[in-house]
């Protein structure tokens, strides 16, 4: 079992075996605070911090009959005790928030988390119904509002979908082209309709243009920088000549919505195609833009 989901055995188990969906959100999150090495990440969703990862993962136990979701709730079903197999240090971050938080109601628990960090509230759906005005000013204040014009290129490697939607939100990006050519991923999160309805719960529109990839067999057996570049010398002939449209596509696109993002999976942009593709649309004609690798 990964160790991350003993975790929420162990947070289950330490609050009588039963949490509300959103309690369970909210003091997964404040676990994490205490954590020198978070075992999830959070966005900011429409009731605040959430973790997509933490949510999968509880669905994976309550498949493995670990836990049930009657209701609104998560039952930990399995009577084996995870807190003591936990280390230290994590046991200790659990019995703190126990002891800090475990009285709080669902909606108090969702009140501290906006107030503590007003970040995981700027794209809440009802905060106007549990913070006063001042603090919505606050929380407002943490929204990135940025107006220049940027086309930014991101990889997902390495990191995870929380991380990744933190980038960009971060930077206020409004559209996520997926330029892959099959948008599959091992990797959590990143298969095309999981980006796609993560995507839409923190506000970043979500497309998909294939037509700008490189097929999985022309990837194979990259071993250094020069397989690479031989790769990159076939796409910038054999792709980017003929698919101009989709690349005007783009341009247009990034015309109206000012901040829009190309996505594949490397984190060394000289090891994926996006940046190719990126200074091949700085060459159209209207294209006055900067380009930015996140």
């Known amino acids: 079992m990964y160790y991350r989901r003993k975790i929420l055995l162990a947070l289950l188990q330490q609050f009588n075996g039963k949490l509300d969906k959103i309690s369970l959100q909210k003091l997964l999150f404040l676990v994490t605070e205490h954590q020198a090495k ?15 990862q933490a949510n999968s993962d509880l669905h994976a136990l309550d498949k493995y009959g670990l836990v049930s979701q009657p209701d609104k709730y998560w039952i930990k079903t399995d009577s084996k005790n995870y807190y003591c197999e936990l280390k230290f240090k994590d046991q200790a971050a659990i019995s ?35 913070i006063n005005n001042e603090n919505i000013e606050n929380i407002k ?24 939607l933190n980038k960009l939100i971060i930077n206020d990006v409004k559209v996520l082209c997926d330029v892959r050519k099959n948008p599959l991923s091992m990797k959590y999160g990143f298969s095309k309709s999981q980006l796609k309805n993560a995507c ?95």
């Open 200 to 294: 839409s719960g923190v506000n970043i529109d979500y497309i998909h243009i294939p037509e700008l990839g490189i097929e999985s067999n022309k990837r194979a057996q990259l071993n250094n920088q020069a397989d690479y570049d031989k790769l990159f010398t076939f796409y910038r002939n054999a792709v980017l000549a003929k698919e101009r449209t989709k690349q005007e596509e783009i341009l247009n696109i990034l015309k109206i919505k000012k901040r829009i993002a190309l996505t594949c999976f490397e984190a060394n942009i000289s090891q994926c195609h996006r940046k190719h593709l990126a200074e091949a649309i700085a060459k159209i004609d209207g294209f006055n833009y900067e380009i930015k690798h996140i």
């Open 38 to 52: 978070a075992s999830y990440h959070f966005v900011p969703y429409k009731l605040g911090c959430y973790s997509f």
């Open 141 to 164: 204040k943490q929204k990135p509002v940025i107006t220049n014009t940027v086309l930014f290129t991101i990889g997902y490697e390495g990191i995870t979908l929380e991380q990744y």
């Open 96 to 130: 703190s928030v126990k002891n800090c938080y475990g009285n709080l109601s669902k909606n108090d628990l969702i009140k501290l988390t906006y107030d503590k960090y007003p970040y995981f509230a700027i794209n809440s759906t009802i905060i106007s119904n549990l």
